[in-house]
């Protein structure tokens, strides 16, 4: 059955200089000081489609059911004289998966706005302009990624993935996923990037630590109690955590089930770097510095 759809893109640039000046002036001892440029160039990329799931009788043959499809990116296209492809690479693949690193960012953003997420295989996708209100004879599916600059700087950039999907359950599905790129070396950043060999261990017990200190705890069991979160859960040594580099502190995010129950929705838990010496590698470190 031929599907009909309309895709809609909307491109718009936007480019971030550090600083801009002239020779400078001189300081107090007649050294003249330099103001120094660090350029970035970041695209903001969206692209959205809403479908009529035409004889979808899923809900009863009184309900309309629509779906809509989104990606919004924050591409970067230019971060100093650092190589971004590596980072570019990541970001399509944690987005659109393994397969997509030598596809254009376009492409693969059209292609996943084309696959919106449906209930009946045999209902026919009606391009819309819009989505009505959801209300009792109206339910609509969605399914998202969001890409966003947490932080960019001329020694580390940091991008959060965030994804969506409701496909008609007893709730969404989300999660994100984060890519800490190191601008200087021109490289992604991953778990094995930032622990030392052999102390894994210690830095989950660290992670337990906090937070024991955040929701104000002495034990696993009263943290579990109090909580729901499953301290065993955080094991570094057998599971590789989520985590981005956030001023002084590394911020580990645990998804929803991750280490608790989806009431308690993702958890970020930030480390203070002073506590992880000799846990972290000396690189990651002098990032931090």
């Known amino acids: 059955m031929q599907m009909e759809k309309y895709i809609f893109v909307a491109l718009s640039a936007l480019v971030l200089t550090a600083c801009s000046g002239g020779a400078g002036k001189a300081a107090a001892d007649g050294d003249v000081l330099e ?10 990329k969206s692209l959205a489609a809403d479908y009529l799931c035409e004889g979808d009788d899923t809900f009863g043959d009184s309900v309309e059911l629509y779906t809509r499809t989104r990606v ?16 570019q690479d990541t970001l399509l ?3 659109f998966g393994n397969g997509q690193q030598a596809v ?41 990624i ?24 007893a709730h969404p599905v989300y999660s994100s996923s984060f890519v800490n790129f190191d601008v200087a070396r ?11 060999p052999g102390r894994e261990a210690d830095l989950a017990g660290a992670v337990k630590a ?3 200190g955040r929701y104000g705890v002495t034990s696993d069991e009263q943290l579990q109690q109090q909580t729901g979160i499953n301290a065993g859960a955080v094991d570094f040594t ?28 993702a958890v970020a838990v930030p480390v203070p770097v002073y506590s992880l010496d000799g846990i972290i590698s000396p690189e990651v470190a002098q990032l931090l510095e």
Do not use: H, K
């Open 35 to 44: 103001v120094e440029n660090f350029e970035m160039r970041i695209v903001e």
């Open 72 to 87: 919004m990116m924050q591409w970067p296209e230019m971060l100093g004289r650092a190589d971004v492809r590596p980072l």
């Open 93 to 95: 693949a944690r987005c």
């Open 104 to 144: 254009r960012v376009d492409e693969a953003m059209a292609s996943y706005v084309a696959d919106p997420v449906t209930m009946d295989d045999g209902s026919r996708l009606v391009a819309v302009d819009s989505v009505p209100e959801v209300d009792i004879d109206v339910r609509v599916l969605e399914r998202s």
């Open 146 to 169: 969001d890409v966003r600059a947490l932080s960019l700087g001329s020694r580390l950039s940091v991008f959060e993935i965030f994804g969506y999907t409701y496909g008609g359950g």
């Open 186 to 196: 021109g490289r992604v950043l991953g778990f094995g990037d930032l622990v030392v």
């Open 210 to 212: 906090a937070l024991w």
């Open 238 to 265: 057998s599971q590789t955590p989520m985590f981005y580099i956030d001023g002084q502190n590394i911020v580990f995010y645990f998804n929803p089930y991750d280490i608790g129950p989806w009431a308690i929705g």
